[in-house]
């Protein structure tokens, strides 16, 4: 019912274990809480025992603890209308991400991202799908203050029980080229939508601030000299 995700890199030695586990416990924790409360909702727009109030109170709960946003328009729409849309928010998969402090690693971090609809979401952006030629863009980048470690809790079941056909919820168009070598030669390889930027994109979204010790990537044999991975 509940998937960890986390980079097969990001490693300790035993004594920091401790530690480790209540930031996922944390996590693990906020996404039952969540999904306690979204359940109930689904459940109450399912059986469409639903009154103005009532209307007013899961759009809230979706925009203040699931950082939904609604196009300006939404209150012009008929009551059934807006049901509709409410039910879509609210029935699909969660994802808690624990992010750390830009420290100046290289990768992505957490953004609000305006897509070609108009539409607002929170998003895991990675540096090759920034536009470099683009000064605000990188403007933007260059200031991030969080860095996406690759600390994920999920919630892939909706409130039947049922699991999401995660395939509905992947943004296709957020396939991009990175630029690669073998044998000394430059390549150009098209990635299809990454597991965080892309194949989860109409997942709802919360993102954590969690403590540094949770992030030791071993990307080189250096990094093993790092204090996070030395036994005392």
Not at 19 to 38: F, R, Y
Not at 148 to 164: A, I, Q, T
Request: net charge negative; hydrophobic share 40%.
């Amino acid at each position: 019912d509940i998937i960890f995700i986390k980079n097969i890199d990001n490693v300790v030695v035993p004594e920091h274990e401790a530690e480790l586990a209540i930031s996922k416990k944390v996590l693990a924790g906020l996404l039952l809480e969540l999904q306690q409360k979204a359940f109930a909702y689904a459940d109450q727009l399912e059986r469409n025992d639903i009154n103005g109030e009532q209307l007013h109170e899961i759009k809230t709960f979706l925009e203040n603890d699931l950082n939904v946003r609604f196009l300006e328009s939404f209150s012009s729409f008929s009551i059934a209308e807006q049901l509709e849309i409410l039910k879509d928010k609210i029935n699909r998969p969660i994802r808690i991400c624990g992010m750390v402090k830009n420290e100046g690693e290289p990768g992505g971090g957490p953004f609000w991202i305006r897509d070609a609809h108009d539409h607002i979401s929170l998003q895991i952006v990675e540096s090759a799908q920034v536009d470099t030629s683009d000064e605000s863009q990188m403007a933007i980048l260059k200031n991030s203050t969080h860095f996406n470690p690759v600390d994920l809790v999920c919630g892939v079941r909706n409130f039947r029980g049922e699991k999401y056909n995660l395939l509905n919820f992947v943004d296709t168009k957020q396939g991009f080229i990175t630029q690669k070598t073998e044998d000394g030669k430059e390549l150009k390889a098209l990635e299809l939508p990454g597991l965080w930027n892309g194949a989860m994109a109409f997942w709802n979204t919360i993102f954590v601030e969690v403590p540094l010790l949770t992030f030791n990537p071993v990307k080189t044999v250096n990094d093993l000299l790092k204090p996070a991975h030395q036994v005392t």
